[in-house]
């Protein structure tokens, strides 16, 4: 009887053995590592249970290549070009034909995510603050300290501006002066792009987009990945780590990812919309980790301009997400989804997480 149990159990093991290296219809890893949207991305495919990793990685290639065409605010053609170069109409008239802007479907869906993270994030997520950013140089690298007079008026047109936007006829129309940056939000967009390519083929894939990470498929046995948190002080090492499951974006934001400095002075690219200025912020990262790539991006910027006690509140109410905050204090503020979580740095502390 015992015995006939062992050999069930090792028939079920073998049959279950069988079953996960039939499941891949592709064990071969494949990976490339291009530049686009102003930064390095590395993209591996391990397996596939259909087509190649090979096939899968193109695929996701030739993504990135679409939707940079689209949100590239420094190629003409770009449909945020497109946006940027309208007229748009003065506030007290009333929109007529001329001033309806066809744009592509994906654009459309990105700028519906931005309005609801504008609203969703008090204000704090804007993607109209591209005339402030550019008097900053953040949009082509000329970098400057602007006066205060220039800063207060880009921000009058960014208080004023707004797009309309028209889902199912997919125009918009927008006011005079509105200029976008999608800087925010794009890469996070391309994440739940890819991160759909490699669902339709079964493929466990990394990709890599700058602060942006997405974890496709299951990893490993106990199917979890780990992923390390950069250190804020140290970009070449980890704060922190943790295991996650896959199928999700994990997106930080940080003054340390894009800066220059003046008179002694460091400027980040983080913009508070409320003063035009970079975000004086207590944080020195936000991460945020969940299965809406696009809404990570826009948070994880939000969360950084909002600061601690902010951050803190709107990560108890937002339980589809886990967010991990670290401090200018050093402490390292995890919600209670972040699990497996191991100090990388003793620089830092871990504090209690928030429940959610
Ligand atoms: P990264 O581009 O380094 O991944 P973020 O996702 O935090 O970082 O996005 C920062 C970019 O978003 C800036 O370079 C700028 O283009 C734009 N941006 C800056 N401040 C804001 C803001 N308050 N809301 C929306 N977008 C912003
Ligand atoms: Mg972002």
Known sequence: MIMKRIICILMCGIIL???SSCSFSDNTEATKNITAMNTVMQITVFNTEKGTSEEVLNLMVERVGEIEKLFDANSPD??????NQFPGTPSDETASEEDKLFLHEETIDVLIASNGAYYGTDFAFNINLMPVLKLWGFDNGNYGVPDDDAVKNA???VDESSILIYETEKYIVKSEGTQISLGGIAKGYLGDELLE??????????VSLGG?????GDKGDNKKWTVGVTNPDDTGSLACSFRCNGNRSVVTSGAYERYFEYGGKSYHHIIDPATGFPADSDL????????????CDAYSTALFVMGKEKAVEFAKEHNDYDFILITKDKEIITTEGVTD???EDDGFSLVKSVQQ
Not at 197 to 206: D, K, P, V, W
Not at 212 to 216: E, F, K, M, P, S
């Open 212 to 216: 942006n990470i997405v974890l496709c």
């Open 17 to 19: 053995l069988q079953f």
């Open 78 to 83: 770009s449909d945020v070009s497109k946006i």
């Open 197 to 206: 390519i490699a669902e339709e083929y079964g493929a466990t894939a990394l």
């Open 341 to 343: 979580v191991v100090l």
């Open 155 to 157: 921000l009058a047109t």
């Open 284 to 295: 020195l990262s936000v991460t945020v980790v969940g299965e809406n790539g696009t809404m």
